[in-house]
């Protein structure tokens, strides 16, 4: 019982990570000094999300996912590889260090935690 308690614990702070997460890209990438590569290669992430076409299709058992879970968190890595630090910082984030003081107050930390 606690360690399907611990496994759903897990995937509800995944959730809450990739929603805040999300939320700051949606915001960089709107932001007007975001580059054009960025842009487009988020469209592209978000195309393949879409896309009913995969690398390994999703009727193999595990390994139809598994493209999945790798390829999109490398495509939201390399898109946020792609945005400036000043515009992640407007846009919510946090620096790749960790907390900085800001304006605004304290930035919310959007990083997984195990």
Avoid: C, N
Wanted: aromatic share 10%; glycine share 10%.
């Amino acid at each position: 019982m606690l360690f399907k308690f611990l496994k759903i614990r897990k995937f509800l702070t995944g959730w809450a990570w990739l929603r805040a997460e999300g939320g700051v890209l949606w915001r960089a990438l709107w932001h007007r000094q975001t580059p054009l590569s960025a842009r487009l290669a988020a469209l592209g992430v978000i195309a393949y999300v879409l896309s009913p076409i995969d690398i390994i299709p999703d009727f193999i058992p595990l390994l139809g996912w598994l493209d999945d879970l790798v390829i999109i968190p490398l495509g939201l890595s390399l898109v946020r590889g792609l945005i400036p630090p000043h515009v992640w910082l407007a846009s919510g984030g946090t620096p790749p260090g960790g907390h900085s003081r800001h304006p605004k107050g304290p930035l919310k930390d959007v990083t997984p935690k195990s």
